[in-house]
Structure formats: structure tokens, C-alpha cells
């Protein structure tokens, strides 16, 4: 079966650190660039950050950029997102989902064909 | 503030059409990307409903349909019911800010 499966969420202090992970299993992982997507509470989609296959090029959000940082264990067909310096802002449901197509010289991501459950990632004291 | 533009809500009795617009700009919908909308049901993931524009994956109803036209898409959803009762996201990619997303629609069928 064709599937995403997150882990790693939970409560962490303003100032913190948390890795998500996220296991593919169904498909040939190493084919195709993986993304984040999160979702605060009530509010709305918001996409965070992209890889490509290899684990080459990444993209971030601005939200997020130089506090998160996104990877791959193809061996292992997992994803990650390594989270520091969380603020109260961060605190939403951590979607890991594979785009259709991407592009690894502008960032482009076509739409998302297969999404995970979701983590959820508290930040608060 | 999203950055693509959706109306908060819409509604509808059983049976009828509704439709959820999605208003972008020249930096991103109409600079051509395509436009992606998907369905979340309460407590889910959300669920890939239309891609590039009009294309329905297998399994979606063809009561749903989405189209473009310069710098906003539509969905359509006909012959409503009540399980389509959920959140409506549109999603296109900006040259300048990557994958956004439309801040999300609340179907409710009266």
C-alpha cells in the first residue's frame, strides 16, 4: 500500500528543537522530491519546505527558513524535518506529502498527490 | 493573509451547485501555474480533488470540476451532498514565494 506515515510530534518550549519524520512506504522513494505542509490549528494550508529525490536541492518557506531544515534517508525511505529555534507560531499539524512533479533549479512543485496523517507539534510553556 | 483569495464560506441545500473561487495574481495563477484543489474532511489530510486546473483523479466524482481563467479558478460542485460537507483548498505555485495555497473554503450543505 501506497503510504506516508509521520512521527515525532509533541510539546516543545518556545526556544526548542524537534525532528519529524516521515516513513513512504508503496513507491520507489528515491524517485521523487518529498514535501512539508502544516496546518494551525483552524487555520488554513501552508506549505514549508520541498527536497528533491537525490536530497540535493531544497526549498524553504520564509517562515521558516534558517530555523528548519529538511532531508532524506533514501536507504531508510524516510524524510525529516529538523525544527529549531521553534517559536509559538510553529505550533500546527506537520503533513509530509509528495508532489507530482518538482523542479530542481526554480523550487517547483506541481500538486500533491499523497499526503500523510499528520504530526502534531505544540510549541508552548 | 493568504495568497490565493477564497471566500470563507459557502453553502447549499442538497442537490444544488455551488461554486468556490480562488483569486491569485500575474505573479502566480496568471503567470500561468496551474491551480490544485483539494478536500478536507474534518479531522483528515487533505485529499488531492482536482489538479492542473480541470483534471479529476480516479475515484473523484464528476460532480466536481474546476476551471481557470486568467487570474482565478473555480470549483464547481453539483448535485450536492451532504458528505461533501468540508473545507475546499485551492493550491497553484508564485514565482517568488514557491507552493501557496488558498486560505480555504467551509462547505456547509444546509
Known amino acids: 500500500e501506497v503510504q506516508l506515515l509521520e512521527s515525532g510530534g509533541g510539546l516543545v518550549q518556545p526556544g526548542g528543537s524537534l525532528r519529524l519524520s516521515c516513513a513512504a512506504s508503496g513507491f520507489t522513494f528515491s524517485s521523487y522530491a518529498m514535501s512539508w505542509v502544516r496546518q494551525a490549528p483552524g487555520k488554513g494550508l501552508e506549505w514549508v519546505s520541498a527536497?528533491?529525490?537525490?536530497?540535493?536541492?531544497?526549498y524553504y518557506a520564509d517562515s521558516v527558513k534558517g530555523r528548519f531544515t529538511i532531508s532524506r534517508d533514501n536507504s531508510k525511505n524516510t524524510l525529516y524535518l529538523q525544527m529549531n529555534s521553534l517559536r509559538a507560531e510553529d505550533t500546527a499539524v506537520y503533513y509530509c506529502?509528495?508532489?507530482?512533479?518538482?523542479?530542481?533549479?526554480?523550487?517547483?512543485?506541481?500538486?500533491?498527490?499523497?499526503w500523510g496523517r499528520g504530526t502534531l507539534v505544540t510549541v508552548s510553556s | 493573509q493568504s495568497v490565493l483569495t477564497q471566500p470563507p464560506s459557502v453553502s447549499g441545500a442538497p442537490g444544488q451547485r455551488v461554486t468556490i473561487s480562488c483569486t491569485g495574481s500575474?505573479?502566480?495563477?496568471?503567470?500561468?501555474?496551474?491551480v490544485h484543489w483539494y478536500q478536507q474532511l474534518p479531522g483528515t489530510a487533505p485529499k488531492l480533488l482536482i489538479y492542473g486546473n480541470s483534471n479529476r483523479p480516479s475515484g473523484v466524482p464528476d460532480r466536481f470540476s474546476g476551471s481557470k481563467s486568467g487570474t482565478s479558478a473555480s470549483l464547481a460542485i453539483t448535485g450536492l451532498q451532504a458528505e461533501d460537507e468540508a473545507d475546499y483548498y485551492c493550491q497553484s505555485y508564485d514565482s517568488s514565494l514557491n507552493v501557496v495555497f488558498g486560505g480555504g473554503t467551509k462547505l456547509t450543505v444546509l
Open positions: 506529502a509528495k508532489p507530482s512533479n518538482y523542479d530542481i533549479l526554480t523550487g517547483y512543485s506541481g500538486y500533491f498527490d499523497l
Open positions: 500575474s505573479s502566480n495563477i496568471g503567470a500561468g501555474y496551474d
Open positions: 527536497i528533491s529525490g537525490s536530497g540535493g536541492s531544497t
